[in-house]
């Protein structure tokens, strides 16, 4: 077949086609398979298709969009849309089904928790209650989900546990941090075989917190036993910055965090605090005198007229034409809790810029 158009017009045509009519146009002949395995055409569908509408991209990470080829740029394309199309179904279907597990009888999961490592959730987080001899024993699995059948990498049993927060941000600090009897930081090595010893302690703070609520890189946000919520870094644990909003008389909960290299974004039970970290968030908290002096006083305060009874807060990053990723815009998704069913039962989502 042969085609007197320059590809030019045929790629222009091509743009305003959907990503699965591009497809079966593929399949006419060898010219059109061709132009439609070009980066220039993929990378502007998922400009258009995926980003531009603010589509999430699982897998992509912290991969910029420039430096992916055209079978990438396809394959999240694809990916992003099918598992729009499902998440936005009156019925989904899942695509996969998945049963771990176990041989600790008498046990009860209590929670769950998805682990990412290189922008996609290969592995899972278990947390067991059994009991033995009046004692309870908390045991923290990590399961591999892209094995079948799933598989127990690392396993570690607490006598102590008040919790555990994965790393938002995993660094060479580690990929979360578990609340026992003292603060302590773990990474996963999955070269060693015998889970018992594949949670590796990268670090170790003789620190007594009520609760962690948020592990970033290296910063830490806990609440101390009397409820004051500081924030520290790892690399300098001997400095902590205190949160405080001079508003608030009282001592709120925190239900969830968010920190980047700017800014803290805190929800409490009634209250959404923002805190700007001036320059670099490390160089702040090391040049801090004396060492835990330091208070941070929230530069935006919104206060709700309910209290709230579970939120969510989910980063949604976009990007720029040119494939640069812009500041999160924060989606906030919040029920509020009341002793009237009008409000109760109603779900507010709320954009923070």
């Known amino acids: 077949m042969s085609f007197e158009l320059p590809f030019d017009i045929f790629l222009a045509i091509f743009s305003h086609l959907s990503v699965y009519d591009v497809l079966r146009v593929r399949q006419a002949c060898r010219t059109f398979q061709e132009l439609s ?13 995926v980003l531009e509408q603010n589509v999430p991209v699982p897998g992509l990470g912290s991969q910029s969009v420039g430096d992916l080829t055209a079978a990438e740029l396809e394959s999240y394309t694809f990916h992003a849309l099918r598992l729009r199309r499902t998440w936005s179904s009156v019925n989904p279907s899942h695509g996969r089904q998945l049963e771990l597990p176990s041989n600790i009888p008498g046990c009860r999961v209590i929670s769950l928790h998805f682990l990412s490592t290189t922008g996609s959730s290969n592995y899972l987080l278990s947390v067991l209650l059994t009991h033995h001899d009046g004692q309870r024993l908390f045991t923290v699995q990590c399961w591999d989900i892209q094995a079948s059948p799933p598989k127990c990498i690392a396993v570690r049993t607490f006598t102590q546990f008040k919790g555990l927060v994965i790393n938002q941000n995993p660094t060479k600090f580690g990929v979360l941090a ?14 060693i075989s015998d889970p018992t010893n594949a949670f590796v302690v990268t670090s170790q703070f003789p620190e007594v917190v009520e609760r962690i609520h948020l592990f970033s890189g ?3 946000l806990t609440r101390d036993g009397i409820g004051r919520t500081h924030l520290w870094d790892v690399e300098y644990p001997e400095v902590k910055v205190e949160i405080k909003n001079p508003h608030n008389v009282q001592f709120e909960v925190i239900l969830a965090a ?3 290299d700017t800014r803290l974004i805190v929800i409490r039970t009634t209250e959404l605090e923002v805190y700007t970290l001036p320059g670099s968030v490390t160089q702040v908290l090391a040049s ?3 060492p835990s002096g330091l208070i941070l006083d929230p530069i935006l305060y919104h206060k709700w007229p309910w209290r709230i009874d579970s939120v969510v807060l989910s980063p949604q990053h976009s ?5 640069t990723k812009n500041r999160a815009t924060l989606n906030i ?14 779900q507010y989502k709320t954009i923070l810029g």
């Open 37 to 49: 395995q070009l980066r220039s055409l993929w990378h502007g569908l998922f400009n258009k298709h």
């Open 178 to 191: 578990i609340n026992s009897s003292n603060v302590e930081i773990f990474d996963i090595d999955c070269t």
């Open 218 to 220: 290296s910063r830490l």
């Open 258 to 260: 968010y920190i980047d």
């Open 288 to 290: 801090s005198m004396p």
């Open 319 to 323: 990007w720029s034409r040119a494939g």
């Open 333 to 346: 998704l919040l029920r509020f809790g009341s002793l009237f069913p009008w409000v109760s039962q109603n």
